[in-house]
């Protein structure tokens, strides 16, 4: 008597036969791309903020704006001048949030534009052909 194990073991070593499927991509759905286009710029956008105020916080964290800071002061002879007092985080922060709604919305355009210069542009050349096997 043979166990399960053995069974799926001896199955797994037949070969299986695969089939190969051409297909051609003629239409890409204007809204799905939007949606996409947009939940794309948005995870980036949420990365541009984390990552620009991770900078902020670590450069902030190791001196180099005190440094920064003497060496700036000594050049434009203003002993009051404070890279920190120009770029707080919180004006880091805001400006992240700013850039990362613009590329929000030029992302999302992008997406819209591109689905339909592909929809477009299928009406000439007939569409990808794109080739897929199952294993």
């Known amino acids: 008597m043979s166990s ?3 069974k799926l ?3 797994s070593q037949r070969a ?3 089939k190969q499927v051409r297909l051609k991509l003629v239409y890409v759905d204007f809204w799905s791309a939007v949606k996409l286009s947009f939940l794309i710029a948005i995870t980036l956008g949420i ?3 984390v990552a620009s105020m991770l900078v902020w916080v670590v450069l902030d964290g190791t ?3 005190g440094k920064l800071d003497s060496v700036l002061q000594d050049i434009l002879n203003e002993p009051t001048f404070s890279v920190t007092a120009s770029f707080s985080l919180a004006q880091v922060g805001l400006f992240a949030v700013v850039v990362a709604l613009l590329n929000t919305v030029v992302g999302t355009a992008l997406g819209a534009i591109t689905a339909m210069l592909y929809n477009f542009s299928v009406r000439i050349t007939g569409g990808l052909l ?3 096997t199952n294993n």
Request: no cysteine; hydrophobic share 55%.
């Open 130 to 132: 794109v080739g897929f």
């Open 16 to 18: 299986t036969a695969t």
């Open 63 to 65: 001196g180099i704006f």
């Open 47 to 49: 990365i541009l903020i």
């Open 4 to 6: 399960v194990a053995e």
């Open 9 to 11: 073991q001896r199955k």
